[in-house]
C-alpha cells in the first residue's frame, strides 16, 4: 500500500465527515456566529472507536494504517486544524477522538479542496434568486422559504443543495412557463436549452423530479404519489414531466364512437392529419380548407394526434352517454363488447397526460354551451384503489363536476374480490386517512373496504364489461 495515497485519502475522509458535521450543526442552529460570540459551542468531534475508521485503525494484519493515522492527525493538530484525545495509558499511540478547531475551519475547507460553508450558501442564493420572479405562486412560494433558509446560513435540502446543480435545474424551471401549450419533446427541450439533447436526461431530470414529488401543488399535477406505480418508475416520471410540458413522445388521444370534428387542413393543402374520415357529404366541406370528419364508422377506436387536435374543434356528438376509461386493456375491452353503442367512449391512460386534458376541457365546454350535449351523462370506469380514486377527484375537479365513477363501488369490490391484489399496511393506513378527508367524502364505504380488509381492485379483473353491468343493472 502506497503511504501517501494513503494518508491524502484518509485527510480527505476525516475532515470532510467533520466538516459535514460542522454544517449539520450549522443548519440546525439560525443564530450561527462564529466561534468566540457563542460561548460553549461544541466543537464538531469524531469518536475513533465509533467511526468508519475503527476497522482500518485496528488492522492487526497491517498495524502501519493507525501510524499512518496518527501521523496525519498529528500534522494537522500542529496546524492548529485538529485537537486531538489519547487514550489513557496509550499517549501517541492510540486515539480516542479528534475534533475540529473553530480557528481551523477554513484551513480545513482550502485542505480538501471544499468551498466554505458561507461561500455555497452565497452563490445557492445567487443561482435561486431569479425564481423569485417565477410565474408560477408554488415556485415563488418556494423561492421564498429556500431563500429565508439561507439568510439564516442554513443550508436547503436537495434538489437546491449545490449550486452547480441547481444552476441548470433554475434554468428549466425558467422555461416551463414557456414551453408551448402541446408540450415539448424532452431531447428537443434539451437541445434548445442546453445544446445537448441528452443533458437534461443526465443532469437535471432526477432533481426536477424531486422537486415536483416534494413540492408542487398536487391540483397543478397529473399524478399520485400514492399510485400503485413506484415513484421512480418510467409511468411516474413520464407522468410527471408530462404535467409540466416535458415529453418523452408526441401521445395520442384515443377514442371510439360518433363524433364530429371540423378541422383545418394544413397550410400547404394537404389533407389535414388524421385517420381516414367518413365525410357527412361533401356540401359540408369549407372553402377555406376546413372539412368535417364524423368519426363513427371508425370502430374499434382511432389514435388523433396534438397537431391534429389543435387544429380541430367538436361541432357535433350525437350519443346518449361520455365514458372515461382509466386504463388501456380495458379501453379495448370495452369498446369489442359495446361496439355500436351510442357512446363516446375516452382512454385515459391513467392519470390524463396533456394531450387528454386539452381535449376533455375542449369536450366540457362544448358539453355546457351546446343544448343537444348539455345532459348528456359522463362516466368513469378505472381501478377500485386509491389512484382510481385520485383520477376521479382529478376529473370531476377540472373538468366534469357531475361526473359519475362507474364499476368502482363496494359492490364490484365484493363481486370480484377473489380477484382482488393485496396491499401493504402502509397503502391501508393511506386508505384509512383519505376516509377522514371530507374531500373523499364520497367514497368513504370503498376506502373503508379497502382499509379493512387490505385488498384493491385492477379493472382488467373485470373479464366481461357486459356481464359487470348487467349485474349491477346499468346501461
Given amino acids: 500500500m502506497n503511504e501517501a495515497t494513503f494518508k491524502r485519502a484518509f485527510q480527505e475522509r476525516l475532515l470532510g465527515e467533520l466538516l459535514d458535521r460542522y454544517e449539520r450543526s450549522v443548519r440546525r442552529r439560525p443564530d450561527h456566529r462564529p466561534e468566540g460570540h457563542r460561548p460553549g459551542a461544541r466543537r464538531p468531534q469524531l469518536v475513533l472507536r465509533k467511526s468508519a475508521f475503527w476497522t482500518d485503525y485496528t488492522d492487526e494484519m497491517d498495524y502501519k494504517k493507525r501510524v499512518w493515522m496518527n501521523d496525519v492527525c498529528r500534522a494537522l493538530a500542529a496546524s492548529g486544524v485538529l485537537s486531538l484525545k489519547w487514550e489513557r495509558f496509550r499517549e501517541g499511540d492510540m486515539l480516542e477522538r479528534v475534533q475540529l478547531e473553530w480557528g481551523g475551519i477554513d484551513a480545513a475547507y482550502r485542505l480538501i479542496g471544499r468551498d466554505p460553508y458561507d461561500a455555497v450558501l452565497e452563490r445557492l442564493r445567487s443561482v435561486l434568486s431569479p425564481l423569485q420572479d417565477h410565474p408560477w405562486t408554488w415556485v415563488r412560494d418556494l423561492w421564498v422559504e429556500i431563500d429565508g433558509r439561507l439568510a439564516e446560513h442554513r ?21 416551463l412557463p414557456h414551453v408551448d401549450e402541446d408540450g415539448e419533446l424532452k431531447r428537443l427541450f434539451s437541445q434548445r436549452l442546453f445544446g ?21 401543488p398536487t391540483d397543478v399535477l397529473a399524478w399520485d404519489p400514492d399510485h400503485e406505480a413506484s415513484d421512480d418508475g418510467p409511468q411516474s416520471r413520464e407522468v410527471l414531466l408530462d404535467s409540466v410540458g416535458i415529453l418523452d413522445n408526441p401521445g395520442s388521444l384515443w377514442l371510439n364512437g360518433p363524433i364530429v370534428l371540423k378541422t383545418r387542413r394544413q397550410g400547404n393543402g394537404q389533407a389535414a392529419e388524421g385517420p381516414p374520415a367518413h ?41 346518449e352517454r361520455i365514458v372515461l ?48 350535449a348539455r345532459g348528456i351523462p359522463v362516466y368513469h370506469w378505472g381501478d377500485i384503489d386509491i389512484g382510481g380514486i385520485r383520477i376521479v377527484s382529478f376529473l370531476k375537479t377540472r373538468f366534469f363536476p357531475d361526473l359519475i365513477p362507474l364499476l368502482m363501488d363496494v359492490e364490484t369490490l365484493e363481486a370480484y374480490r377473489d380477484r382482488a391484489m393485496a396491499v401493504d399496511e402502509g397503502y391501508a393506513r393511506t386508505a384509512a386517512a383519505l376516509h377522514d378527508d371530507p374531500r373523499y367524502e364520497a367514497w368513504r364505504p370503498v376506502l373503508r373496504w379497502i382499509a379493512d380488509r387490505r385488498l384493491r381492485l385492477e379493472q382488467e379483473s373485470i373479464d366481461s364489461v357486459k356481464d359487470a353491468l348487467e349485474r349491477r343493472g346499468r346501461m
Fill in 325 to 372: 376509461i382509466e386504463n388501456w386493456t380495458s379501453f379495448h375491452q370495452w369498446v369489442h363488447e359495446r361496439a355500436g353503442a351510442p357512446e363516446l367512449v375516452i382512454y385515459t391512460g391513467g392519470f390524463p397526460r396533456r394531450i387528454v386534458q386539452r381535449f376533455l376541457a375542449q369536450l366540457a365546454s362544448y358539453r355546457a354551451e351546446s343544448a343537444s
Fill in 196 to 216: 445537448d439533447s441528452k443533458y437534461f436526461e443526465r443532469h437535471v431530470e432526477r432533481r426536477l423530479l424531486m422537486l415536483l414529488k416534494r413540492h408542487a
Fill in 155 to 175: 443550508r436547503p435540502s436537495a434538489p437546491f443543495d449545490d449550486p452547480e446543480a441547481a444552476a441548470p435545474l433554475v434554468r428549466v424551471l425558467l422555461a
Fill in 279 to 319: 365525410r357527412v357529404s361533401a356540401s359540408e366541406k369549407r372553402p377555406n380548407l376546413e372539412e368535417r370528419l364524423n368519426f363513427e364508422a371508425l370502430s374499434g377506436g382511432v389514435g388523433l394526434s396534438s397537431s391534429f387536435l389543435r387544429r380541430s374543434e367538436i361541432v357535433g356528438l350525437d350519443v
